[in-house]
């Protein structure tokens, strides 16, 4: 699994988020807290619909192509 920079950023201030708010150096809720974590599961669900939509989106283009050309061939 490969780990890219912003996933390590992402991962080391959610941490250091929860200690601070843990050890009292902080006072936010912990739906500030949490924001990082929060932010990247959004983004993640976002990425995974776009790819799932350029999918469809492709085999419908591909299927109206294909009843293009046999449409042509009769």
């Given at each position: 699994m490969k780990i890219n920079i912003l996933d390590f950023f992402m991962a080391t201030l959610q941490i250091v988020?929860?200690?601070?708010?843990i050890c009292g150096v902080i006072n936010w809720s912990w739906l500030v807290v949490l924001i990082?974590?929060?932010?990247?599961?959004?983004?993640?669900?976002?990425?995974?619909?776009?790819?799932?939509?350029?999918?469809?989106?492709?085999?419908?283009?591909?299927?109206?192509?294909?009843?293009t050309i046999n449409a042509r061939r009769e």
């Open positions: 988020f929860i200690v601070l708010k990082p974590i929060i932010l990247f599961v959004i983004i993640n669900i976002l990425v995974i619909a776009l790819v799932l939509y350029m999918k469809a989106y492709k085999k419908r283009r591909l299927k109206k192509l294909f009843e």
